[in-house]
């Protein structure tokens, strides 16, 4: 929660993957706390669903349509927003994928490339394309998804997900301490394994998941609200010496 009651009334976040999972969840947190929501997805339907949930909220949204592996249009992404609102104070970059589970020695270039595409270079281009704004105002939260697999490296099923989540981590590390004292914060949230359409997505086994479960010691996945909440505290006024780590949520740490 933020110290100040009504600290997100009339700011603005961008938050790209808010069409479902922990954007979605994160969304409508935002909008709880009276924040304007810019959601982007790559799926249509689902981001102006979102969207009319954060106005349901009473909340304004703006849905857009995007996708974070094309440069232009994560630029066009940040200029709507402006026009829509005239600033921007917190971009979450959530949109990430699996794309799907290999071993390490099927893993080709097309699933690598794929994968590096999504999770790093949309994280990359939202944060090159938002910071000049941000600088200008001198102030700006940026929060990154990395992951437990950063810990853990995803032997047998994601190592090509895992090193791209751990671009994410350092590029994180990165950005914080260049923008440490012009009023920029970055940050990252590393989920453990966590109740959404992420698995499906990436086909992930029935048996897998059993696994993870399994292995957590709090012995389930964790809520999208649960990464949801955090990332309101780490953009809120509670605690703004906090940037460039990561937080794991975790239920524990399991074995990816
Ligand atoms: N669910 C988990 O277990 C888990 C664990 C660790 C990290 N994560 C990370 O959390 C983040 C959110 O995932 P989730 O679990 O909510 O999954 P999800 O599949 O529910 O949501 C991902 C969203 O990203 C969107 N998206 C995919 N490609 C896109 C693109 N090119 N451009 C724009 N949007 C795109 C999808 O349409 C979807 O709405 C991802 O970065 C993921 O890697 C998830």
Redesign the pocket.
Known sequence: MPKTPDYFHGKTIVI??A?????HATALIFAREGANVVC????EN?VKETAEQVNALGSQALALT????RRAAVNDMIELALNGFNRVDFLFN?????VRRSKFLDIDDDLFERTFD??VK?TFYAMQAVLPHMLKNKFGVIVN?A???VKRGGPGASVHYAAA?GAVHTMTLGVAREFANQGIRCLSVS????R????A?AATSAEMVKQMEADVPMKR?AE?EEMGELVLFMCSDACPYMTADTVYVSGGGGFR
Not at 19 to 23: F, M, Q, V
Not at 191 to 194: D, K, S
Request: hydrophobic letters at 40%; a negative charge; one cysteine or more.
């Open positions: 790209t993957g069409g479902s999972g922990i954007g982007a997805d790559v799926n689902a995007i996708d974070v592996t959530c949109a990430g994928s699996a999504i999770n949309g998804v992951s437990m697999a989540k989920p453990g394994p966590t959404t359409a992420f698995q997505t996945f999208p």
